[in-house]
């Protein structure tokens, strides 16, 4: 693969960026990644394992020069972190962000952003429960998606090499408009977060009056909902808080969900029960052959690989 960009920026170095970083370098996309984080201890462990080929105490120092700048801090911080590199960004340079809410990326990020600058906001759908700047590795986002969200004025040129980074790291890229993204996120992962949230917080409940039972004795459908309710509580608390329109419908909708099964099971509707699963198998059904996940028993997340 050839260079896509000279000098590469990734502001946060958690398992996002870190990951960027790995990819990046074993693609040789670009001629150099610098980084920084507002962590002393992060900074000095991404130093310690070569995460990137300059790790910089002040985002100033990383931002100055950069064709492309990541924005990889929850979405809470994105607004202050934009007026803080404003003044040190490169003319033509790009800057986007891996924020899993867009419309507030956008108005916080938006205003800070200078003329000549390309603002391309974006969310790539990879993850794991582990946080931190050890937590990336090259293969990610490979077979992801990768969703870039463009301003109406975005340079199409500007767009286009953004996409070509995200293809060169193996993910899959597509298109959409801000609010929407929300809305299908709201779906796909925001709610779902929040009950796993809740179930691990009832069954944490339930622990504490059956002496460790519950988590002695879990089945894989509460391990599974352990595995997404580890995940890092800062950027979570910030997804709920800037998509809170988009979660509070699509739980609204699932309450509703909730009670229709609640009235079959008094009622012992088992007709209905099993047409209702058989519909959701069909889904999961369908993500695996999109080829978002696979049906083997460990579903694929038995190690990190390419790393």
């Known amino acids: 693969m050839s260079v896509i960009y000279d000098r590469v920026a990734l502001i946060g170095l958690g398992l996002i960026a870190g990951s960027m970083a790995h990819a990046i370098r074993e693609g040789g996309l670009a001629r150099e990644t610098v980084g920084f984080a507002r962590s002393a201890q992060t900074r000095e462990i991404a130093r310690e394992i070569g995460l990137c080929d300059q790790i910089t105490d002040s985002v100033a120092e990383a931002v100055a020069g950069a064709d492309l700048v990541v924005l990889a801090v929850p979405v809470g911080a994105m607004g202050d972190l934009a007026a803080e590199i404003a003044p040190h960004l490169k003319p033509g340079a790009t800057v986007t962000d891996v924020g899993s809410v867009k419309q507030s990326v956008i108005d916080a990020v938006a205003p800070h952003i200078p003329e000549g600058v390309h603002f391309i906001p974006g969310h790539p759908l ?29 340079d199409p040129q500007a767009v286009e090499r ?27 992962s925001h709610a779902p977060h929040l009950i796993a949230y809740t179930m691990v917080g009832v069954a944490d409940h339930l622990r504490q009056v059956t002496d460790e039972q519950v988590i002695q004795y879990s089945a894989a459908g509460f391990r599974d909902f352990t ?21 509070l419908d699509i739980l609204g909708r699932f309450t509703e969900e909730l009670f229709v099964l609640q009235r079959a099971i008094r009622m012992g509707d088992g007709q209905q029960l099993f047409d209702y699963f058989t519909r959701t198998r069909a889904i999961r059904r369908g993500i695996i052959e999109a080829g978002q996940d696979t049906d083997a028993p460990d579903f694929g997340r038995a190690a990190k690989t390419g790393g």
């Open 162 to 188: 953004l996409s070509d980074l995200v293809r060169a790291m193996g993910a899959k890229t597509d298109r959409m408009e801000p609010a929407h993204h929300d809305l299908v996120l709201a779906v796909t």
């Open 227 to 247: 595995r997404i309710a580890a995940s890092d509580p800062t950027m979570w608390r910030d997804v709920f808080l800037h998509n809170k329109e988009a979660t």
């Open 126 to 154: 990879a993850g794991t429960e582990h946080s931190g700047p050890r937590a990336g590795f090259a293969s990610l986002f490979r077979n992801r998606w990768w969703l870039l969200t463009p301003l109406p004025d975005s």
